[in-house]
């Protein structure tokens, strides 16, 4: 049984798609008015763990992810700068796709934006039905959603409706809690801002409306799991659930998984307040995209991760526990029966991967499961007890997980990621590899230079012997 928190009950929930073994999975996108950040990322990964684990538990998942290529911020953006919407965010776009398939984040379905085809007029058509049913009115121009008009208005995120002044409205896309009003629709043309000529009148979009028609256009008008950040909660779901719902008589979504924030020095990482990092400014201090991925990956995605330098040393130091046993695992040549203690410590760590998962995507339970595996498997190593064909089980069994679910421990592995076990390794190549030419196998040594190149490691040979480095540095 797979169970989920549900952010609308407040509570953990059995997970029961709509279809029996379907997900329709919608998660908001990126708002393209800057780079991406590690922040955002810590979202997106989450949504990539929860979409990996439904499709390694058997689910055909459809999985929208919208794009906001026009809001408050990119027009802002765009007019500083004295662009277009399109030019403005088109770098923006391509550095998330880039850095998406950087973290091993799998694609979703389809990246509908805003401005594109006739989206525009998915939303221009959910606000005539709310202005045609008396949820919506107008005001100088513009539309409103009359939150008074929807009486479960609140209900995800818990606002306290009291606060509320009845009629008061306000424009920006983005408000905090203690301001519940009247939210836009629909915003008259302003001077220097996009204008679209549609049948509800001139103007363009609020924030809200885009991901409630871009999510029923891939997904109908109900479905299953709706994700994003804790800081999409309120307004933001909330005035999603209320356009979507009072436009189309039934319910939005079934689930709504939110994940905490990554923090820095105790704020949430965000591009207005300027406390933030790029992946590119982690992969330059030296860490490996996989080692990020497994630092967002291995807190609990409900959870506030701090992000310190020493949350990534730390990341990387679990890693590489898992990554130098298969490295030891791939060099062990000795025939021995297999023996059924390993085979079952591998079924104890499968099941409890899985279980952990399943309980709310708990990724504690199922790397400790993992951690025990690598744990008791070093100990049968160390005595020399363990085989050739033992050890391939455990490698295979590491990499299904990596390859389905995790997606970070395997991908680059060729090499040992600490720096003493790497010497001793690119040692013992160079000295096959002398060893082969001196014997005129010229085809086998050129085998071994290429999977050290592979490894990501370059050999020179000088006057004095062979000196090796790791591309793209200067030590040898
Ligand atoms: P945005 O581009 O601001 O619309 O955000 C895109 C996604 O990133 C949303 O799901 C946000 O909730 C999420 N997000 C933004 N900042 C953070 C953060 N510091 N930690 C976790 N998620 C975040
Ligand atoms: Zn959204």
Not at 2 to 19: A, C, M, Q, Y
Not at 291 to 313: D, G, P, Q
């Amino acid at each position: 049984m797979i169970r989920f928190h549900n952010t609308l009950s407040g509570k953990v929930e059995e997970f029961v798609p709509i279809e029996p073994g379907r997900v329709k999975l919608y998660t908001c996108g990126p708002t393209v008015y800057d780079y991406p950040h590690i922040g955002n990322w810590r979202a997106y990964i989450f949504e990539d763990l929860l979409k990996r684990f439904l499709r390694f538990r058997g689910f055909d998942v459809t999985h929208v992810m919208n794009i906001t290529d026009v809001d408050d911020k990119t027009i802002k953006g765009a007019a500083a700068k004295g662009m277009s919407l399109e030019d403005y965010t088109r770098p923006y776009i391509e550095a998330f796709y880039a850095e998406r398939d950087i973290l091993n984040a799998l694609p979703a379905d389809h990246y509908p934006r805003a401005t594109e085809g006739d989206n525009i007029q998915g939303m221009v058509a959910i606000i005539k039905s709310l202005l045609d049913k008396g949820y919506a009115y107008r005001k100088d121009g513009s539309v409103y959603f009359a939150i008074d008009k929807f009486p479960s208005y609140g209900r995800l995120s818990k606002i306290n409706l009291e606060d509320r002044r009845p009629g008061s409205r306000g424009d920006a896309d983005d408000y905090e809690k203690d301001s519940v009003h009247d939210f836009a629709l629909w915003k008259a043309p302003k001077k220097g801002e996009p204008v679209w000529e549609t049948e509800i009148g001139p103007g363009r979009p609020g924030w809200h409306i885009e991901c409630s028609a871009m999510s029923s256009r891939f997904l109908g008008l109900t479905f299953d799991i709706h994700c994003g950040g804790v800081d999409n909660i309120f307004p933001h779901h909330e005035n999603e659930i209320a356009q979507s719902e009072a436009a189309n008589g039934v319910k939005f979504v079934n689930y709504w998984l939110h994940c905490h924030h990554l923090i820095v020095d105790g704020e949430k990482m965000s591009k207005s307040k300027g406390n933030f990092y790029r992946l590119s400014d982690i992969l330059a201090k030296g860490y490996a995209p996989e080692e990020v991925r497994f630092l967002l990956l291995s807190t609990h995605y409900r959870k506030m991760i701090n992000f310190t330098e020493e949350a990534l040393a730390q990341a990387r130091t679990s890693r590489n526990r898992i990554r130098n046993l298969l490295f030891e695992l791939r060099h062990i040549e000795r025939d021995l029966p297999p023996a059924p203690a390993v085979a079952q410590a591998i079924e104890t760590a499968r099941a409890g991967f899985a279980s952990g998962l399943e309980d709310d995507l708990n990724i504690s339970e199922a790397l400790a499961a993992l951690f025990e595996l690598v744990r008791s498997v070093n100990t049968v190593v160390s005595r020399g007890e363990l085989g050739r064909e033992d050890a391939q089980s455990v490698i295979d069994f590491v990499a299904d997980i990596d390859d389905k679910v995790l997606a970070c421990l395997t991908r680059d592995a060729p090499a040992p990621a600490d720096a003493d076990t790497l010497e001793a390794w690119v040692r013992e190549k160079i000295e096959t590899r002398q060893k082969a030419r001196a014997g005129k196998d010229f085809r086998r040594a050129d085998e071994i230079r290429r999977e050290l190149l592979e490894a990501g490691i370059v050999l020179e040979d000088t006057k004095d012997g062979v000196r090796w480095k790791k591309a793209g540095t200067a030590k040898s």
